[in-house]
C-alpha cells in the first residue's frame, strides 16, 4: 500500500501527522509531506485510519 | 505549390490584418487529406517536438490519443498564459487557418468528435471567429472558448476544467487529458505554434522542415524576445542558432546586457557570457540548465538589479497560484517575500539557505506544475544574482 496527499483537498488539518508520524511530516505551513510513500504492513491499519479520518478526505491509498 | 525556401515558414502571412483563407490557400495551397498513419509518419519523420513548453515529440502524442476510442475533442491551446509570450497569439491574429488547418489534421487523425480553440481575455478573439466563419463546409464545426488570462488557467487540465465547468483551474492528474479529459473522454490538446508546424508539414513533408534547423533539433520556432533589445517582438528562426546572432536579428542590445531569461517565467537565467556561447538547441542549453519552454527570452541590462527583476517575477508567480494548494499557495508567497528581501537588502543572514530549502519543500506539491516551475525560476535567480550585485544595482527595478 502507498500513501498519497490530494493537495487540492488537503486544507493542513494535520491528522494524518498525528497518527503517521513515521510517514508522514509538516511543512512550515502545516501542510502534510510524504516521507515515505510505501506503507509497512505494521501500518496499513493505522494509515486507513488516517485517510478515514482526513476531514476532506485527501488521504490517498493506492493498494498495490 | 512550391515550398517555401528558408525563412519565414509559420510567419510568412504575417502582415498588418488577418490573412483571408482564400489569401491562405493562394499562398500554401489547399489543406491535403492524410490518413491516421500518414500524419504521424510525416510529423514523426519531421521531428517535431510540442511549441507549449513541454517540449514532447508531437508524433509520439498524436500516436497515444490516436490509439484511444471515443476522442471527444482536439483543443488548440491558444491561452498563452506567459506574460513574455506573445507567438500564439500572433499566429491566431495573422495566420488563424494555417493554425486550423493543424487541428483538423488532428481532428482527423485521432477522429475527434469537436474541435476548440481556447484562448485568453484580450487577445485577437474576433479574427479568430472571422477565421472559423470561413473554414469550409463539411468540416467539423470549432466552438471558440475564452477564459481568464491568468498564468495557470492555460495548464491541459485546466483548459479541460474550463471546458467542463467553466472554472479555469487545474485538476489532480493522473488521469491526463489525453487519457480522460472533455466529457472524461481522451482529448488532444495541442498548442497553437505546433499545430501550425503540422499545417505546414502535412503540405511539404518532412524532408522540408528538415532543411532548417539541426538533426538532433530539426525545423524553425517562434521566439518572443523582449527586454533591452532594439527591435523587441516575435521572430522565427532555426533551431541551431547562436544566441548572439538572434540578438543581432532582433536589431542587438539596446544597452550593456548582464544576464537573459530564456524560457520565460518558468525558465532559466543564463549570464551574457553564458548566453554568447549558446545556441537555440536543447543540448547547448541543457549545458547551462535551460530549456526553450515556449521560447520566450528576456534580456536583462546591466544597470538593473537582477535579484530586483527575480523578486518582482517570483512574486507575480506567487499572485498567480490557481489558490488550491497550501504549499504553492504559502510557499512561493514565503519565497517570493523573502526574495524581495535579498533584493532590498534586508534580508537576515542564510535567507538564501532558507530559500533554498523551502524551494526543497514546494517542489513537486501541487496538483499542477506551477510550484515546481516557480522555484525552478528561483533557483536559477539564486545561482546567477545571489552571491551579490555591486551596491549600486540594488533596488533598481526594470519594468
Same mark, same amino acid.
Given at each position: 500500500?502507498?500513501?498519497?496527499?490530494?493537495?487540492?483537498?488537503?486544507? =493542513?488539518? =494535520?491528522?494524518?501527522?498525528?497518527?503517521?508520524?513515521?510517514?508522514? *511530516?509538516?511543512?512550515?505551513? =502545516?501542510?502534510?509531506?510524504?516521507?515515505?510513500?510505501?506503507?509497512? *504492513?505494521?501500518?496499513?491499519?493505522?494509515?486507513? *485510519?488516517?485517510?478515514?479520518?482526513?476531514?476532506?478526505?485527501?488521504?490517498?491509498?493506492?493498494?498495490? | 505549390?512550391?515550398?517555401?525556401?528558408?525563412?519565414?515558414?509559420?510567419?510568412?502571412?504575417?502582415?498588418?490584418?488577418?490573412?483571408?483563407?482564400?489569401?491562405?490557400?493562394?499562398?500554401?495551397?489547399?489543406?491535403?487529406?492524410?490518413?491516421?498513419?500518414?500524419?504521424?509518419?510525416?510529423?514523426?519523420?519531421?521531428?517535431?517536438?510540442?511549441?507549449?513548453?513541454?517540449?514532447?515529440?508531437?508524433?509520439?502524442?498524436?500516436?497515444?490519443?490516436?490509439?484511444?476510442?471515443?476522442?471527444?475533442?482536439?483543443?488548440?491551446?491558444?491561452?498563452? %498564459?506567459?506574460?513574455?509570450?506573445?507567438?500564439?497569439?500572433?499566429?491566431?491574429?495573422?495566420?488563424?487557418?494555417?493554425?486550423?488547418?493543424?487541428?483538423?489534421?488532428?481532428?482527423?487523425?485521432?477522429?475527434?468528435?469537436?474541435?476548440?480553440?481556447?484562448?485568453?481575455?484580450?487577445?485577437?478573439? #474576433?479574427?479568430?471567429?472571422?477565421?472559423?466563419?470561413?473554414?469550409?463546409?463539411?468540416?467539423?464545426?470549432?466552438?471558440?472558448?475564452?477564459?481568464?488570462?491568468?498564468?495557470?488557467?492555460?495548464?491541459?487540465?485546466?483548459?479541460?476544467?474550463?471546458?467542463?465547468?467553466?472554472?479555469?483551474?487545474? %485538476?489532480?492528474?493522473?488521469?491526463?487529458?489525453?487519457?480522460?479529459?472533455?466529457?472524461? #473522454?481522451?482529448?488532444?490538446?495541442?498548442?497553437?505554434?505546433?499545430?501550425?508546424?503540422?499545417?505546414?508539414?502535412?503540405?511539404?513533408?518532412?524532408? /522540408?522542415?528538415?532543411?532548417?534547423?539541426?538533426?538532433?533539433?530539426?525545423?524553425?520556432?517562434?521566439? %518572443?524576445?523582449?527586454?533591452?533589445?532594439?527591435?523587441?517582438?516575435?521572430?522565427?528562426?532555426?533551431?541551431?542558432?547562436?544566441?548572439?546572432?538572434?540578438?543581432?536579428?532582433?536589431?542587438?542590445?539596446?544597452?550593456?546586457?548582464?544576464?537573459?531569461?530564456?524560457?520565460?517565467?518558468?525558465?532559466? /537565467?543564463?549570464?551574457?557570457?553564458?548566453? /554568447?556561447? %549558446?545556441?537555440?538547441?536543447?543540448?547547448?542549453?541543457?549545458?547551462?540548465?535551460?530549456?526553450?519552454?515556449?521560447?520566450? $527570452?528576456?534580456?536583462?541590462?546591466?544597470?538593473?538589479?537582477? $535579484?530586483?527583476?527575480?523578486?518582482?517575477? &517570483?512574486?507575480?508567480?506567487?499572485?498567480? +497560484?490557481?489558490?488550491?494548494?497550501?504549499?504553492?499557495?504559502?510557499?512561493?508567497?514565503?519565497?517570493?517575500?523573502?526574495?524581495?528581501?535579498?533584493?532590498?537588502?534586508? &534580508?537576515?543572514?542564510?535567507?538564501?539557505?532558507?530559500?533554498?530549502? /523551502?524551494?526543497?519543500?514546494?517542489?513537486?506539491?501541487?496538483?499542477?506544475?506551477?510550484?515546481?516551475?516557480?522555484?525552478?525560476?528561483?533557483?536559477?535567480?539564486? #545561482?546567477?544574482?545571489?552571491?551579490?550585485?555591486?551596491? +549600486?544595482? #540594488?533596488?533598481?527595478?526594470?519594468?
Amino acid at each position: 500500500m502507498k500513501i498519497a496527499v490530494n493537495p487540492i483537498a488537503c486544507e =493542513g488539518h =494535520g491528522m494524518c501527522v498525528e497518527l503517521l508520524p513515521e510517514l508522514i *511530516r509538516l511543512d512550515d505551513w =502545516g501542510y502534510p509531506v510524504i516521507e515515505v510513500e510505501l506503507v509497512p *504492513r505494521s501500518l496499513e491499519a493505522l494509515a486507513r *485510519r488516517a485517510a478515514d479520518v482526513c476531514p476532506t478526505l485527501a488521504l490517498l491509498l493506492v493498494d498495490e | 505549390m512550391s515550398p517555401p525556401a528558408g525563412l519565414p515558414r509559420l510567419l510568412a502571412g504575417v502582415g498588418r490584418g488577418m490573412e483571408s483563407r482564400a489569401a491562405h490557400e493562394r499562398r500554401h495551397g489547399p489543406l491535403p487529406t492524410l490518413s491516421t498513419t500518414g500524419l504521424i509518419e510525416v510529423v514523426e519523420h519531421s521531428g517535431l517536438r510540442g511549441r507549449g513548453g513541454a517540449d514532447f515529440p508531437t508524433a509520439a502524442k498524436l500516436r497515444a490519443v490516436a490509439a484511444r476510442r471515443k476522442v471527444s475533442a482536439v483543443v488548440v491551446n491558444g491561452s498563452e %498564459t506567459e506574460p513574455a509570450s506573445s507567438k500564439d497569439v500572433t499566429l491566431l491574429k495573422h495566420v488563424p487557418h494555417l493554425v486550423l488547418d493543424g487541428a483538423m489534421l488532428c481532428a482527423h487523425a485521432v477522429d475527434a468528435e469537436a474541435v476548440f480553440v481556447r484562448m485568453s481575455e484580450g487577445q485577437a478573439v #474576433r479574427n479568430v471567429e472571422t477565421a472559423i466563419a470561413e473554414r469550409p463546409a463539411g468540416e467539423l464545426p470549432i466552438a471558440l472558448v475564452v477564459g481568464p488570462d491568468r498564468y495557470v488557467a492555460g495548464e491541459e487540465s485546466a483548459v479541460v476544467h474550463q471546458l467542463e465547468s467553466g472554472v479555469a483551474k487545474p %485538476t489532480l492528474t493522473p488521469p491526463r487529458p489525453y487519457e480522460k479529459g472533455y466529457r472524461n #473522454r481522451p482529448t488532444l490538446i495541442q498548442n497553437v505554434e505546433t499545430l501550425a508546424q503540422i499545417g505546414l508539414i502535412a503540405r511539404y513533408g518532412p524532408a /522540408w522542415y528538415r532543411q532548417l534547423g539541426t538533426d538532433e533539433d530539426p525545423g524553425t520556432a517562434l521566439l %518572443t524576445v523582449s527586454g533591452a533589445v532594439v527591435n523587441p517582438g516575435v521572430y522565427e528562426m532555426s533551431f541551431g542558432t547562436p544566441l548572439h546572432a538572434l540578438i543581432d536579428a532582433v536589431g542587438g542590445p539596446r544597452e550593456p546586457l548582464q544576464a537573459v531569461l530564456v524560457g520565460g517565467y518558468f525558465g532559466n /537565467w543564463l549570464s551574457i557570457e553564458d548566453a /554568447w556561447h %549558446t545556441r537555440l538547441a536543447r543540448e547547448s542549453l541543457r549545458e547551462h540548465g535551460a530549456s526553450l519552454g515556449a521560447g520566450v $527570452l528576456i534580456a536583462l541590462p546591466a544597470r538593473v538589479s537582477g $535579484l530586483a527583476e527575480s523578486a518582482r517575477i &517570483a512574486s507575480y508567480l506567487a499572485d498567480q +497560484s490557481a489558490g488550491q494548494c497550501g504549499p504553492c499557495i504559502y510557499g512561493l508567497r514565503a519565497i517570493a517575500d523573502a526574495m524581495q528581501e535579498l533584493a532590498d537588502g534586508s &534580508a537576515a543572514p542564510g535567507t538564501v539557505e532558507q530559500i533554498r530549502r /523551502w524551494c526543497g519543500e514546494v517542489d513537486g506539491r501541487g496538483a499542477c506544475h506551477h510550484p515546481n516551475g516557480a522555484v525552478r525560476f528561483v533557483l536559477s535567480s539564486l #545561482r546567477l544574482f545571489a552571491a551579490g550585485e555591486p551596491a +549600486s544595482r #540594488r533596488r533598481r527595478q526594470y519594468a
